[in-house]
């Protein structure tokens, strides 16, 4: 457990660092294509009914821990936390306009995530059981996104929408454990989030910022657990900030 939580330490500071390089260089590119303020380069795009492109994220994911009566009742827990670390998105986007002012995207995503549930003991208050959950989601959300009108090749936009996902890394082994609190590889969840535009000469930049709130109960009972019987359910909460290029 050691190794495999050191490597995916490894790739998360990886995750940051390539995501932060990113950033960077897209900045620079937007400062170096928009000094000609006599362009209008959304006028290239305007015209097209669909576009496509891809996306880079970085997320945060926790669970939204939901205690059951059996807290009140056990001697031993006295209650839990939830926390995460930086997670990794990356993904495909599909862009249909719906008119002037509105899209309509579907974004199918391969996301890498990692969850915490820590437990903590009722006299000492001291961590008793703390259990990673990393994740491997196959993501399909679809959004409505409402734009601004465009000025300077710039706009303003807002997004809803609907997400299900599957987690490919919850495998049979974590499900017949004794010992681990299981969770469902299914999640269905609502989605909200604004960004930006930018039009540049061949394509366009729209960091994005959202947030994913969990519908369902993940949580799969185990009444031979302590762990697991003093919760009540467990829903998703995910932060992304997303680099989407389209064109």
């Not at 959304?42 to 926790?62: D, M």
């Not at 670390?85 to 495909?92: A, F, S, V, Y």
């Not at 259990?131 to 300077?152: D, W």
């Amino acid at each position: 457990m050691n190794t495999v939580r050191l490597q995916y330490l490894c790739f998360s500071k990886l995750s940051q660092l390539g995501f932060l390089l990113i950033l960077f260089l897209s900045v620079k590119t937007i400062n170096a294509q928009t000094r000609n303020s006599g362009t209008i380069n959304y006028l290239n795009f305007e015209q097209k009914p669909v576009y496509f492109g891809i996306t880079l994220g970085y997320n945060s994911a926790n669970f939204k821990a939901f205690h059951s009566k059996d807290l009140i009742l056990n001697e031993s827990i006295a209650g839990s936390n939830s926390g995460g670390g930086p997670g990794l998105n990356l993904g495909i986007v599909t862009n249909f306009k719906v008119g002037k002012y509105f899209d309509f995207r579907f974004l199918p995503t391969l996301s890498f995530t990692e969850r915490r549930l820590e437990y903590r003991l009722t006299e000492t208050g001291e961590s008793v059981f703390d259990q990673p959950f990393a994740g491997v989601l196959v993501e399909t959300p679809f959004h409505i996104r409402y734009k601004s009108a465009v000025y300077n090749d710039k706009r303003m936009f807002v997004i809803a929408g609907v997400k299900y996902s599957y987690d490919l890394a919850n495998n049979a082994d974590v499900l017949q454990a004794d010992n681990l609190v299981k969770v469902s590889a299914s999640d269905f969840a609502f989605e909200f989030g604004a960004g930006v535009q930018f039009f540049l000469p061949y394509f366009i930049f729209s960091p994005e910022i959202k947030f994913s709130h969990g519908l369902g109960n993940l949580l799969i009972q185990d009444q031979n657990l302590i762990q697991s019987k003093v919760l009540e359910k467990l829903e998703s909460r995910v932060w992304t900030i997303s680099l989407h290029f389209e064109g």
